[in-house]
């Protein structure tokens, strides 16, 4: 799980500050694909990235993982580039590049002199609709990927308990399911799955093309229309609704796996941004995780940690920007001599507050300084300000809801605070799971047994 200041990956940018925002442009290709640009004249550098709609959220059971599976394939080569061109033409070329996967997305991106853009461009047009799958390569990267989530999940023990307690919280939505795959799934891929998922999603009128950085706003749509212009479109077929089944009460688990230490995760079932009732809602459930987790003044450091001592590390997290309905997250590693339902019972203490109470004038305006510090040093990246327009048009808010967030959350008030807590911090929409530590030595014999 991760600790998570109010200031979330996205949306850390300024809007009220004394220099307006620079200016995003936008064109929709004659495929469908969009391009957003937006100029940054500060260094002579460009950010290039493409975002599909297209992630694990996305994958029926069976083949969950697919998506991260594709993203490894998409640098095997195509007719005119053949394995390993990709990366050593960029790398030729003086720029860095990769790509990332996640629940409602899949991004590849390059970072270049912008003198170069068209190189990135012509590779990348390239890839979109001629990419070649082959089950030699599929095989070699089988390997990588299942050694990637030894590395990742079976040997981190807080990475294992995340994604059992995942699959717990959710029953019907597909966040159930972990961005990287189950193991049964990545062992049985075949390369007919990749290609109908290569087919099926990765298409011009399924993308966005975000660039920012040193250029010029018609160069770069000429240069789009150049590369990416002739590729043909997909007819797409809209997703079956995904919404989460309602729960019915608390669910528990214990996870048994080798760790150091124990900890406890509570999650309670909330809406994002994309699915609030109300607007407002989603941004005042940002200020509440401010207030228990926003720096070394917030509630759970200050009375957790420093106070009581019960914790040697505490945090909460909320996932504004998520496609679908997502959790509220409270986590904690108890101190020594502590134990795990202490600190479930001082979580649950800290909930109670914030629907009792409201929050005082200091902690709110505290929050919203936060925001407008955290504004004016994201500013500073440019692949920052492409990650936020290129997430936030890729999961169906739009990139104009970037110049919203900073406004939006100097709005909220203690009152909606409180009424949100309120609304959704349920004991019957409360899911909660416990790290049981197991001998780390014990594991590591077995390996050496099985081999």
């Known amino acids: 799980m991760k600790h998570r200041i109010l200031c979330t990956l996205l949306f850390c940018f300024p809007v009220l500050t004394s220099h307006a925002s620079p200016h995003v442009a936008e064109r929709i290709l004659g495929n469908g694909l969009k391009v957003l640009v937006k100029e940054d004249h500060r260094s002579p550098v460009v950010v290039s990235q493409v975002w599909y709609k297209v992630g694990s959220s996305y994958e029926p059971g069976g083949i969950t993982g697919i998506s991260h599976m594709l993203e490894h394939m998409m640098f095997k080569g195509t007719d005119k580039h053949p394995v390993g061109e990709f990366s050593r033409i960029i790398a030729e070329n003086g720029g860095d ?3 990332f996967t996640g629940r409602d997305y899949t991004a590849y991106f ?13 590779l990348e047009a390239d890839r979109m609709r001629h990419l070649h799958l082959l089950a030699d390569e599929l095989k070699k990267e089988l390997e990588v990927v299942t050694e990637e989530r030894r590395m990742r999940t079976e040997d981190n023990p807080q990475a294992k308990m995340s994604e059992q307690f995942s699959a717990l919280a959710f029953t019907s939505s597909p966040y159930k399911n972990p961005i990287i795959g189950w193991p049964v799934d990545i062992a049985n891929y ?3 799955d990749l290609q109908a998922w290569y087919q099926r999603w990765y298409a011009p009128n399924n993308a966005t093309l975000v660039v920012v950085g040193d250029v010029q706003t018609p160069d770069v749509f000429a240069l789009a229309e150049q590369y990416f212009g002739g590729l043909q479109a997909s007819e797409l ?3 079956k609704p995904q919404t989460e089944s309602p729960q019915l009460g608390v669910r528990k688990m214990t996870v048994k796996v080798p760790a150091k230490l124990p900890s406890v995760v509570l999650g309670y079932k909330v809406p994002s941004l994309k699915t609030a009732e109300h607007e407002w ?7 509440l995780a401010g207030v228990l987790d926003g720096g070394s003044s917030a509630r759970l450091s200050k009375e957790l940690i420093r106070g009581k001592q019960l914790a040697v590390s505490a945090g909460a997290g909320y996932n504004f920007s998520s496609r679908l309905s997502d959790l509220f997250e409270l986590e904690a590693t108890p101190a020594e001599g502590k134990t795990v339902w202490e600190l479930e019972l001082e979580l649950k ?8 109470q409201l929050i005082n004038k200091d902690e709110l305006q505290r929050i919203k300084a936060q925001v407008l510090a955290n504004a004016v040093f994201e500013r500073d990246s440019n692949f920052y300000q492409a990650m936020q327009l290129g997430m936030l048009e890729t999961i169906g808010l739009g990139w104009q809801k970037a110049d919203e967030y900073v406004a939006k959350i100097n709005q909220v008030t203690a009152g909606q605070v409180r009424e949100v807590a309120r609304k959704y911090l349920l004991e019957d ?8 530590p197991q001998p780390i030595n014990t594991a590591t014999a077995r390996k050496k047994a099985v081999k």
């Open 429 to 436: 929409h409360l899911n909660i799971a416990y790290l049981e």
């Open 281 to 287: 809602e989603a941004y005042a459930l940002e200020v």
């Open 110 to 122: 390059q970072t270049m002199a912008a003198s170069k853009l068209a190189v990135s461009f012509e």
């Open 237 to 239: 077929k809209p997703l």
């Open 97 to 99: 590049e990769n790509a």
């Open 349 to 356: 203490k800290q909930v109670a507050q914030l629907q009792q």
């Open 190 to 192: 075949q390369v007919d």
